[in-house]
């Protein structure tokens, strides 16, 4: 299998766990948060709603620096209702899905760079830096939303296996 179709069938399975998180979010409870050192719920959303778009800008560009303001809408806008973060989520993959779409093997082999006021963070391939950076980044921002969800007193979706919630 090439790494091109690998992560397309990723993408399409993380589509479906990330809706099921989303749909759970309660609305009117974006400043919630359960530490003062925790993202807001809104800011988290937002974050888990739009990180499969990362994708794009890691095959369309050959780097990303935070320190350069015209990459200041990086950060994501924070929505007030579940139909919107499920809007942008959907635009969110249909991004990276046309940009995997569009790639080939040799492209996922380049490198990328991370770049802070211009000083390279992290660099290495495309293929590695979309598993580590994109894919377990999500996972790990999507886990934390559903501690979020318990939290809250919402049912918490099964994910890669079974939930307290819908296999009891």
């Known amino acids: 299998m090439e790494l091109k179709e690998f992560f397309l069938e990723k993408l399409e399975r993380e589509v479906e766990v990330t ?5 759970r979010v309660p609305e009117g409870r974006n400043d919630w948060k359960p530490h003062e050192k925790s993202m807001e719920l809104g800011y988290l959303t937002a974050l888990v709603a739009t990180m499969a778009g990362w ?30 973060l499920l809007d942008a989520m959907q635009e969110a993959f249909a991004r990276a899905r046309n940009s995997l779409e569009g790639t080939t093997e040799e492209h996922l082999m380049k490198n990328w760079r991370f ?10 391939p495309r293929h590695v830096m979309l598993s580590d950076a994109v894919f377990s980044h999500l996972a790990h921002h999507r886990g ?3 501690v979020y969800l318990r939290l809250n007193d ?13 296999f009891r």
């Open 55 to 84: 994708v794009s800008f890691m095959l369309d560009q050959d780097e990303l620096d935070l320190g350069d303001p015209a990459n200041g809408g990086l950060k994501p806008k924070i929505m007030s209702t579940r139909a919107e």
């Open 154 to 166: 919402a049912k918490v979706p099964a994910i890669y296996g079974p939930s307290a919630d819908e």
């Open 115 to 124: 770049k802070i006021g211009g000083q390279v963070v992290t660099e290495a």
């Open 144 to 146: 934390q939303l559903t």
């Open 19 to 23: 809706r099921k998180a989303i749909e």
